[in-house]
């Protein structure tokens, strides 16, 4: 089993900055695949970014260039700063990990953006 809780959720203006944080525990290792969703009012959840055992990251085309993800192994942490925020990127923001077919999911994170 593993647990997440994300963190660093709030409100901010167009243009600026949040960064999330999703703090793992349980048997989490540093091959599981980690991953940030989405899922704004009225929309279905959508892939983010995500970072492989091996630090490969992938982004959606939306946020390309203004969210960067990584992790801390050693704290079992993962991030995701966001810069350059705009207001349709107001979501909940949702922590996964797959780690030997097994998916994981957090409880969520509401970031809001207002111009």
């Known amino acids: 089993q593993v647990q997440l809780v994300e963190s660093g959720g709030g409100s901010v203006q167009a243009g600026g900055s949040l960064k999330l944080s999703c703090a793992a525990s349980?048997?989490?290792?540093?091959?599981?695949?980690m991953y940030w969703y989405r899922q704004a009012p009225g929309k279905e959840r959508e892939f983010a970014s995500g970072?492989?055992?091996?630090?490969?990251?992938r982004y959606a085309d939306s946020v390309k260039g203004r969210f960067t993800i990584s992790r801390d192994s050693a704290k079992a942490t993962l991030y995701l700063q966001m810069n350059s925020l705009k207001t349709e990127d107001t979501a909940v923001y949702y922590c996964?990990?797959?780690?030997?077919?097994?998916?994981?999911w957090g409880q969520g994170t509401q970031v809001t953006v207002s111009s």
């Open positions: 349980g048997n989490i290792r540093s091959s599981c695949g």
């Open positions: 996964a990990a797959l780690c030997s077919g097994q998916s994981y």
């Open positions: 970072i492989d055992g091996n630090g490969a990251t």
